[in-house]
Nanobody
Framework: QVQLVESGGGLVQAGGSLRLSCAASERTFISYAMGWFRQAPGKEREFVAAISWSGSSTYYTDSVKGRFTISRDNAKNTVYLQMNSLKPEDTAVYYC???????????????WGQGTQVTVSS
């Protein structure tokens, strides 16, 4: 069973940047597609970005395309989410998740981290 721990959240002004990290406990991390999701107060959790096990394929929701970049380092069992040009509407708890089958469509993610808060002030 994969255990995931996110870090890197915080408070940032609009237009700023943050880099989220998600460390996995499992050595078989390389066999999992990884995704980032977020949940804002009063809203349902939504897909943000995903990456295939090799890193060769990435997927983004439209609202973050051109601003966010997902990447992974399989040697470090870590996936990243670089977030640039942040907007107040990006404020949410961000979760990473692991999928043993595929990165996208964004279902079948079986393992989840505890989340990290990102707050963007205007």
């Amino acid at each position: 069973q994969v255990q995931l721990v996110e870090s890197g959240g915080g408070l940032v002004q609009a237009g700023g940047s943050l880099r989220l990290s998600c460390a996995a406990s499992e050595r078989t991390f390389i066999s999992y597609a990884m995704g980032w999701f977020r949940q804002a107060p009063g809203k349902e959790r939504e897909f943000v970005a995903a990456i295939s096990w090799s890193g060769s394929s990435t997927y983004y929701t439209d609202s973050v395309k051109g601003r966010f970049t997902i990447s992974r380092d399989n040697a470090k069992n870590t996936v990243y989410l670089q977030m640039n040009s942040l907007k107040p509407e990006d404020t949410a708890v961000y979760y990473c998740a692991a999928n043993p089958i595929r990165a996208y469509p964004a279902h079948g993610y079986d393992y989840w981290g505890q989340g990290t808060q990102v707050t963007v002030s205007s």
